[in-house]
């Protein structure tokens, strides 16, 4: 079987799939099918005397007020507590983290940067960045207390991973395209000729990306302690290719599961998982959650992401989940599955979280699956309709929403994300400080004359190799 292809194998088992990441070829999609997350659809006293003292007749006042009763009883007042510095806009700030603005100090409820407390803030539960503590008295002082970019620290195995700094751009790179069987070295052929990722001078960020500074690795599969990367054992994945990442100054993500495999992780076991991969430069697992998973599966997930934090205070967790785009005003998005990983996150104590949407594959062009430009969907504004509608629905803060599109013609081809779809996106992103903009796929960014989607092409002609990758950088800066 040819490797590069199989992950197109296999949808999610219902009557109308939509396949999602890690699909890598045709993905038949009835012209009727409600797309990709649509199926059942979420629309979802101690008081103290108050004593009268004037040069030495303290004793005379003293005793008449004990003869005629008339203490004055007064309540306590708490003092008003010192400001604490003030927040900045530029600075990333770790759960804990304290700030204050006009005169309120705030609590970081999570890892953030770029979200203004004065507007940001709610309850704990709440889904918003910050909770005000109250009123503070005092000037602040600039800077604050979070902790600015950098890739953290620790490295090789059992090291304390990076820290992701920011918003994220990082095309997903299947591992399996190109992959080179002998050394189980990541290639990409991309630019025409097939040439390893990093770790050579002719590699892909040596000769013609040096600017990609970030990328996520597709997909690891099975049980942790004993995952593979389609076939390739972990230790052998590991060993071929993080060196080379870490020595190419490249952060990454690994990522899990995909539309065709699953991941499954439970208690500790996903900080040795962790562990396999970890350098300075790992600043991310991905769990992408589309089949073979139960609910008790994700609640693991969760859980033990939950414990790994703690270890792993700079790592980001991101949970990535189809969706719809509904435009009719119901906010539709999440599937069952996608709704059950959300409410798992947020009855748990994760806090370095993200919910990634996959915003492709949206079916059939109507306005309860995406924003419709006449009669096809259209792509960039879907995408930010998706993040309106999980914002709305589940009370999620744009710092913690990542958006994946699938560059080119998607599963139903006359869904295009195009070039001008990526200024659509990378505006809002940055506007609105969502936590990551990712593409489905690194391989795929190259052009072909295809009318259906292809794993190893845009479908697109007209654009050149390597078109979004660059849009996406040049518009990030």
């Keep these: ?15 109308q799939c939509s396949c ?33 003292r004037n040069g030495i007749g303290l004793v005379a006042v003293v005793a008449a007020a004990l003869a005629g009763g008339t203490f004055a ?25 304290t700030v204050s603005e006009n005169g309120t100090n705030y609590t970081a409820n999570w890892w953030t940067q770029g979200d203004d407390p004065a507007t940001h803030s709610g309850a704990t539960g709440s889904g918003q960045p910050w909770t005000s503590t109250g009123a503070c008295s005092g000037t602040a002082s600039g800077g604050g207390t979070g902790t600015g970019g950098g890739t953290g620290t620790g490295s090789g195995t059992g090291g304390s991973g990076g820290t992701a700094s920011g918003l994220v751009f990082s095309p997903y790179k299947d591992v399996t395209v190109n992959l080179d069987w002998n050394t189980n070295v990541m290639n990409t052929a991309v630019t025409g000729t097939r040439i390893p990722v990093v770790g050579s001078s002719n590699s892909l960020v040596s000769t013609r990306e040096p600017g990609l500074k970030a990328i996520t690795l597709a997909f690891a599969t099975g049980t942790c302690g004993s995952e593979n990367w389609g076939g390739v054992a972990a230790d052998a994945f590991a060993s071929a290719n993080i060196p080379k990442l870490d020595a190419a100054g490249v952060d990454y993500i690994v990522s899990t599961g995909g539309a065709a495999g699953s991941f499954k992780c439970s208690g500790t076991a996903l900080q040795s998982f962790i562990a396999r991969y970890a350098t300075p430069h790992m600043i991310g697992v991905d769990f992408d959650i589309e089949s073979g998973q139960s609910v008790a599966d994700v609640q693991n997930l969760v859980n033990a992401a939950a414990l790994a934090q703690s270890k792993y205070p700079g790592m980001r967790f991101s949970f990535t989940l189809a969706t719809l785009a509904a435009s009719d005003g119901s906010y539709g998005g999440l599937n069952s599955t996608g709704d059950a990983v959300v409410k798992a996150i947020k009855a748990s104590s994760l806090t370095h979280y993200t919910v990634n949407l996959m915003t492709m594959d949206f079916g059939r062009a109507t306005a309860a699956n995406c924003v419709l430009s006449g009669s096809t969907c259209e792509m960039g504004q879907s995408a930010i309709q998706a993040v309106t509608n999980l914002e709305h629905t589940y009370g999620i803060a744009p710092s913690k929403i990542e958006v994946t599109p699938m560059l080119g013609v998607n599963d139903a081809s006359d869904e295009v994300f195009t070039l001008a779809d990526v200024d659509t996106l990378t505006a809002y992103a940055k506007a609105n ?15 072909c004359s295809s009318s259906t989607a292809m794993a190893t092409c845009s479908s697109v002609p ?16």
């Design 1 to 15: 079987m040819d490797r590069s292809f199989h992950r197109g194998a296999i949808c999610r088992g219902i009557p």
């Design 20 to 52: 999602g990441i890690g699909s890598a070829g045709v993905r038949p999609r009835p012209a009727t099918s409600p797309g990709r997350g649509q199926e059942d659809r979420v629309t979802s006293s101690t008081s103290r005397i108050s004593w009268t």
């Design 73 to 97: 009883v007064a309540p306590a007042v708490a003092a008003t507590p010192a400001c604490a510095s003030a927040w900045s806009a530029g600075t990333a700030y770790t759960g804990g983290a």
């Design 433 to 447: 400080g969502l936590a990551g903009v990712h593409t489905w796929s690194l391989d795929r960014d190259t052009p």
């Design 462 to 477: 007209s654009a050149p190799a390597l078109a979004w990758t660059d849009r996406f950088l040049a518009d990030l800066r």
